[in-house]
């Protein structure tokens, strides 16, 4: 079967792709809440540079720019597009802060239930992460101020990123597709004066949101990698080719290299989606449930006597806790919006078929 027939069907390694990446972002996260961040495989590989949780926000936001550019492709509106993403996104993102918050207000917090339930700050954590604009990370009298679920930091933002995509498309930037590799050329240049500290002030003010510009660039790869799908051949000699330069770049271009793993972390994921054959067929796409709730239960496992346990075991011990959530989040939740997101688009595709698409 070539690329693009396998384009238009589920004969890829996505789902095993995220999968992969929510372990790896859970692994990761087990040596943070443990304090021992430079002791994980890949901080000690690259002298503390890198986390198992970089590769794993690599491919996830690597595949989101893809897939996100594909659905804006096949939507047959801007309704249908917002309605599928809202659909995939919020309600599992919604009983995710519900759990949370009842179960820290009841089993955890030092407060009386009805005094946290009312908090300023419990209101905030729910209304803010439900409102796919910010994040609120502290729930009062828990985990003793620690951030309760880093990870949601990552989903506002990625809503960022639809917009603007979907504004790249709507100004019909994806028929003029140079306009967009020009704009990631100079994305790039602006990467290396950021890191060669040109712009001092922005350096200064920007400094803490440095790593959100990667993310952007691997969004934009991603799509970019979707719009020259027909173009794009996956092949084990590019891949090498890029292993080498990569190398190379990590020994005598450090300043710049996040750039270059980008090039080779996003085309290692598409070529692991579509360039081998798929290697499991999965009934359950557990990798957003996995993501939402692993680590508030890491949390929850590491004081309530977690911390005498050895790390492998604890991993062990989070990650089968961490597979049943997932597990009801996709049957109870997840599954059944992707459904009813299904008939809607059926719906919608009924009463469009005979007028332009947008």
């Given at each position: ?82 309605l599928k993403r809202f659909l995939r996104i919020w309600p599992a993102l919604f009983f995710n802060v519900v759990v949370t918050v009842l179960f820290v207000g ?83 240049l602006f990467l290396i004066g950021f890191y060669r500290q040109w712009f001092p002030f922005l350096n200064k003010a920007l400094d803490q949101k440095k790593y959100y510009f990667i993310w952007c660039l691997y969004f934009l790869a ?137």
């Open positions: 079967m070539d690329y693009n027939s396998r384009l238009s069907n589920r004969n890829n390694n996505f789902d095993l792709l995220r999968l992969v990446a929510a372990f790896l972002v859970l692994i990761s996260h087990c040596f943070h809440i443990r304090g021992i961040r430079n002791l994980e495989p890949l901080a000690r590989l690259t002298s503390g540079s890198y986390l198992l949780s970089y590769i794993g926000l690599a491919i996830f936001f690597t595949i989101s720019g893809f897939l996100i550019c594909k659905s804006l492709v096949e939507s047959y509106s801007v309704k249908s597009f917002l009841i089993f955890i917090s030092s407060l009386r239930f009805a005094e946290f339930l009312i908090h300023p700050q419990t209101l905030k954590y729910f209304f803010v992460n439900i409102s796919l604009l910010h994040t609120s990370l502290i729930l009062p009298g828990s985990f003793n101020g620690q951030r309760v679920n880093i990870p949601l930091w990552t989903i506002p933002f990625e809503v960022q990123l639809y917009f603007l995509l979907l504004l790249a498309f709507l100004m019909g930037l994806f028929k003029r597709k140079m306009i967009l590799v020009f704009a990631g050329l100079l994305y790039i991603g799509a970019l990698l979707y719009l020259y799908k027909d173009k794009i051949r996956f092949k084990l000699s590019i891949l090498i080719v890029m292993v080498v330069v990569c190398f190379f770049a990590f020994r005598f271009l450090r300043p710049y290299f996040d750039i270059f793993l980008c090039f080779l972390l996003s085309y290692s994921t598409l070529f692991v989606a579509y360039g081998i054959p798929k290697l499991v067929q999965l009934n359950a796409d557990l990798s957003y449930g996995i993501y939402l709730y692993a680590y508030p239960i890491q949390l929850v496992v590491e004081h309530s006597g977690g911390k005498n346990l050895t790390l492998p075991v604890y991993i062990i011990l989070v990650a089968l806790i961490t597979i049943v959530f997932a597990f009801a989040s996709w049957f109870l939740i997840e599954k059944k919006a992707l459904s009813f997101k299904n008939r809607s688009q059926k719906k919608i595709s009924g009463i469009l078929s005979a007028s332009p698409r947008f």
